[in-house]
């Protein structure tokens, strides 16, 4: 499914200098590899600000907690995402709000967010007083989480007008997405209020082991951020706020840093596999055995995650790890039907693009270094599985 190795090789000596530099240095915490790490990200994604933190988590959770959202406030998001986004709402004492997703692009759908609050919230006041009460559970909605999923930019014009138009806080969930634009040439993570970006390893810009960043153009907002990261201290040994231990760790900006240098190449290796994989699978698509993902036109997908619906999906998969074929499924089991979020009540069937979506996705290799001939075996696998059915599925896309 991914293979770091071959990635390492091409800057191991440059990454190895910047480890022994830092070693040198022994400066660990919050010091010049962040500040520079910083500044770089921060104009890469056309933001004022840029704020290290220790993972893509607490990039979201830090971002709740400068927001100040927290008991008896409400997030909405999407029901189709890695755990954190909603976990982490949770976390500060607010209540996820799960909204389905747009069938083509797999990110949160803004017509499913106005239906919500037509049919289940009441508008209370004007302007800076303004506020939005749910009716079922009396909560106050503060702010709206959109997560631009596999590397596609969620349609954030649709979204930022109902926060604008609401006094709504916008959340990028960004972590899949670093260097994505939407349609409008904005950056993912310059959109919203604030930015927040996973480096875990798996993604196309990875540390090695866990890191993050949030990003804002919004000066108070940026050091509200800062303070947070470091328990709420300002100056040392004084607490304002109660925050937590999110920093950034020396050698992991080190390492990002050097491969921040190759990031818009690595990019480009991925958009020629998602072409390449269009390409060799258009007979299976044509014969409705897999649908192919959808790039928003005119937005700039990256292509974290090249990811097809497929008929028969989990024997397709097995098919494929016989054939020496790495996969994954992201994700099995929407948030909204995850057992921890049950108190929320929520039912099979109520978000049904969701839950389609977490019965048909397949994830295929797609990282930079992969070979034509890999891929051709990939999509060739994948026809021979299909051509193979004795019974054709009478599930239809």
Same mark, same amino acid.
Request: glycine fraction near 10%; charged fraction near 20%.
């Given at each position: 499914? @991914? ?26 915490? *919050?010091?010049? #590899? ?10 890469? %994604? !056309?933001? #004022? ?14 971002? *709740? ?11 909405? %998001? ?12 949770? +976390? ?32 209370? !006041?004007?302007?800076? $007083? ?6 079922? &559970? ?14 596609? $930019? ?12 609401? /006094? *709504? ?13 939407? /349609? &409008?040439?904005?950056?993912? !993570? ?21 890191? /993050? ?18 328990? !709420? ?47 060799? @699978? ?14 928003? #036109? ?21 098919? @494929? ?15 909204? *039907?995850? +057992? ?6 929520? +039912? &099979? ?21 992969? &070979? ?7 999509? /060739? ?17």
């Amino acid at each position: 499914m @991914l293979d770091l190795t071959q990635q390492y090789q091409k800057i191991a000596a440059e990454v190895q200098a910047a480890i022994t530099r830092v070693c040198r240095s022994q400066q660990f915490i *919050l010091g010049a #590899e962040v500040r520079q790490l910083e500044l770089s990200l921060a104009r890469y %994604t !056309g933001c #004022e600000h840029g704020i290290g933190v220790s993972s893509g988590t607490d990039a979201l959770l830090l971002a *709740l907690m400068a927001l100040g959202i927290g008991q008896g406030d409400e997030v909405i %998001t999407s029901a189709f995402t890695f755990f954190a986004t909603g976990g982490t709402i949770a +976390r500060v004492g607010a209540r996820p709000v799960f909204c389905d997703i747009d069938g083509d692009t797999f990110n949160l759908s803004p017509a499913r967010v106005e239906e919500f609050i037509a049919r289940e919230c009441e508008v209370r !006041g004007e302007g800076p $007083v303004r506020q939005v009460i749910h009716r079922s &559970t009396g909560g106050r909605v503060k702010a709206i989480m959109p997560v631009h999923l596999y590397g596609q $930019v969620c349609e954030m014009d649709s979204l930022m007008d109902i926060a604008n138009r609401l /006094g *709504l806080h916008v959340i990028e969930d960004a972590a899949q997405a670093i260097g994505a634009r939407d /349609g &409008t040439g904005q950056m993912a !993570g310059s959109i919203g209020h604030i930015g927040c970006f996973s480096f875990f390893p798996t993604k196309n810009l990875g540390a090695f082991g866990d890191a /993050g960043l949030c990003t804002t153009s919004d000066r108070g907002l940026a050091e509200r951020m800062r303070i947070l990261r470091v328990h !709420g201290m300002e100056p040392k040994y004084h607490h304002s706020l109660i925050g937590g231990n999110f920093r950034l760790d020396e050698i992991q900006a080190a390492v990002l840093n050097v491969k921040l240098k190759v990031l818009d190449e690595w990019r480009d290796g991925r958009e020629a596999h998602a072409r390449q994989y269009a390409e060799r @699978l258009k007979k299976s698509a044509a014969a409705g055995a897999v649908v192919l993902p959808v790039a928003s #036109e005119g937005g700039h997908h990256v292509w974290n995650q090249y990811v097809v619906r497929a008929q028969r999906r989990d024997e397709l998969r097995q098919y @494929l790890a016989a054939a020496g074929v790495g996969t994954e499924v992201y994700y099995p089991i929407p948030l909204h *039907l995850q +057992r921890c979020f049950a108190y929320l009540d929520y +039912r &099979t069937g109520q978000l049904p693009e969701a839950e389609r979506a977490a019965h048909e996705v397949l994830a295929l290799p797609v990282f930079p270094e992969l &070979t034509p001939a890999q891929i051709d075996h990939v999509a /060739g696998t994948i026809q021979r599985f299909y051509m193979a059915a004795v019974a054709p599925s009478q599930h239809s896309f």
